[in-house]
Structures are given as C-alpha cells and as structure tokens.
C-alpha cells in the first residue's frame, strides 16, 4: 500500500508557483479583441481584415486556442492560474511546475504578437462581436 499511497499523492500534488508571485500582471483581466469561428470540431481561426482589407486567417496551437476562448474578461491572470491547475487535476495529467511561467507566457503572446487579446484593470463584458464565433449567414 505505501508505493500506491507515494504514486497517488504525487499525482495530485500541486507545485509551489512563484513565479506568478512577483508577474506585474497577475491582477489584470484578460479579454479577447478578435473575431473568431470554429475551422472544425476541435480547431478555431482568428478572423482580422489587413491594411489592404483582405481577410486574414490565423490558427493557434493548443494552449494558445484554450486561453484565447478563456479571455472572458471575467478572471485575473492569477485566477486563471487556478482553472488551468483544475484542468490538469480533472485529466488526472500531472501539474507542470512552471505552469505560471508558461501560462503568463502564452497570454503575454496572445496580447503582444497576436494582438488577440487585452489585458485590463477591471472585468469588462466582451463586445459582441469577440463572444461568440461568426456566424456564417
């Protein structure tokens, strides 16, 4: 029984996250700024028009997806921490200890290189136009 006991408490340990501790973002709300629709079931594209007015497109790996789609502007960056560590614990997948510096990562990329999202001091209701995907008429 000791070995089981030693694989299962390991499983279900949660890091000690420091870094999220000092991030200078970590109380700021996350929202999306971008149109967006479903490409497939599991798979979503970034809708923006250039400076020429051409549609341009933009698919996103994995994590970047799951974040842009969490940016309700309803959570704080530290918050957010707590729904990814959630995540983790509910695919009984282990918890990475530098979740924080990857998740601030991501959302720093999503708002800087992308351009996707907003950070911002207060909750803030989506714009209709960023809550749900386009409707194709």
Same mark, same amino acid.
């Given at each position: ?10 499983? +279900?340990?949660?890091?000690?996250? !420091? &870094?999220?501790?000092t991030y200078e973002h970590k109380d +700021?709300? &996350? $929202? ?12 979503? $594209? ?7 007015? +051409?549609? %341009? ?11 842009? =789609?969490?940016?309700?502007? *309803? ?5 957010? =921490?707590?729904? =990814?560590? %959630? *995540?983790? *614990? !509910?695919? %009984? ?13 991501? =959302?720093?990329?999503?708002?800087n290189d992308l351009k996707a999202i907003e950070f911002t001091d207060s909750?803030? *209701?989506?714009?209709?136009?960023? %809550? !749900?995907?386009?409707? +194709?008429?």
């Open positions: 029984m000791g070995i089981f006991k030693n694989i299962f408490k390991k499983n +279900k340990s949660i890091p000690e996250f !420091d &870094f999220i501790e +700021k709300y &996350f $929202s999306r700024i971008k149109k967006w629709n479903w490409i497939n079931s599991e798979q979503i $594209s970034i809708l923006e028009k250039d400076e020429k007015g +051409k549609i %341009k497109m933009t698919t996103m790996d994995y994590w970047y997806q799951e974040m842009f =789609l969490d940016a309700n502007g *309803q959570i704080t960056i530290a918050e957010y =921490l707590s729904v =990814l560590v %959630k *995540q983790f *614990q !509910d695919s %009984k997948m282990e918890i990475p200890t530098d979740l924080d510096k990857f998740m601030t990562e991501t =959302l720093w990329s999503l708002k909750r803030v *209701q989506l714009k209709a136009e960023y %809550k !749900d995907p386009i409707v +194709k008429s």
